[in-house]
T-cell receptor, first 112, second 111 residues
Framework: NAGVTQTPKFQVLKTGQSMTLQCAQD?????MSWYRQDPGMGLRLIHY???????DQGEVPNGYNVSRSTTEDFPLRLLSAAPSQTSVYFC???????????FGPGTRLTVL | GDSVTQMEGPVTLSEEAFLTINCTYT??????LFWYVQYPGEGLQLLLK?????DKGSNKGFEATYRKETTSFHLEKGSVQVSDSAVYFC??????????FGTGTKLQVIP
């Protein structure tokens, strides 16, 4: 049981490049979320999904896209990276009716 | 809107010292309250939680009591160890994936 996995662990991009951060969970959780963590700001919700085919925006969605075609996977896409997107990104999942989230190990992204 | 406020760090303590990290929340209704811990280079993991007023969550020697009258959920530990060095996040869950985190408090325990 791997829990929540994220790839890559580290990534450096140039301004304007695109990339996809991968997230997968093997706990059959309905809910999945993406957060960014910045110094002094805690975790801020980017997008979330309550099930396959259903996504919604969080607190800071601009510049990011998501889709949820399967229960297991919830990729986060940066279409045109900007230096303001330099951050640590965490994926989390939780079961239906549960208030506890399980976090992946994070992806540290630097945009030059 | 909902918010969580926790004391700013970093907090530096000697081994075996008493720890308190303050946390207050604002929310409509009665949210579940959490403390998550983040060890260096890792994701967050649940430390403890409480789901209703006067509940006490506890784990690994840490405790926190849900105080509705003061809207607080302070984290305490009687004797910290070097291995407790981490960042601690207070959070509240308002239902339907709506989790609000505090800004985190870094704890450093020195031998």
């Amino acid at each position: 049981n791997a829990g929540v996995t994220q790839t890559p662990k580290f990534q450096v991009l140039k301004t304007g490049q695109s990339m996809t951060l991968q997230c997968a969970q093997d706990m059959n959780h309905e809910y999945m979320s993406w957060y960014r963590q910045d110094p002094g700001m805690g975790l801020r919700l980017i997008h979330y999904s309550v099930g396959a085919g259903i996504t919604d925006q969080g607190e800071v969605p601009n510049g990011y896209n998501v889709s949820r075609s399967t229960t297991e996977d919830f990729p986060l896409r940066l279409l045109s990276a900007a230096p303001s997107q330099t951050s640590v990104y965490f994926c989390a999942s939780s079961g239906q009716g549960s208030d506890t989230q399980y976090f992946g190990p994070g992806t540290r992204l630097t945009v030059l | 809107g909902d918010s969580v406020t926790q004391m700013e760090g970093p907090v530096t303590l000697s081994e075996e010292a008493f720890l308190t990290i303050n946390c207050t929340y604002t929310a409509t209704g009665y949210p579940s309250l959490f403390w998550y811990v983040q060890y260096p280079g890792e994701g967050l993991q649940l430390l403890l939680k409480a789901t209703k007023a006067d509940d006490k969550g506890s784990n690994k020697g840490f405790e926190a009591t849900y105080r509705k009258e003061t809207t607080s959920f302070h984290l305490e530990k009687g004797s910290v160890q070097v291995s407790d060095s981490a960042v601690y996040f207070c959070a509240q869950y308002g239902g339907y994936q709506k989790v609000t985190f505090g800004t985190g408090t870094k704890l450093q325990v020195i031998p």
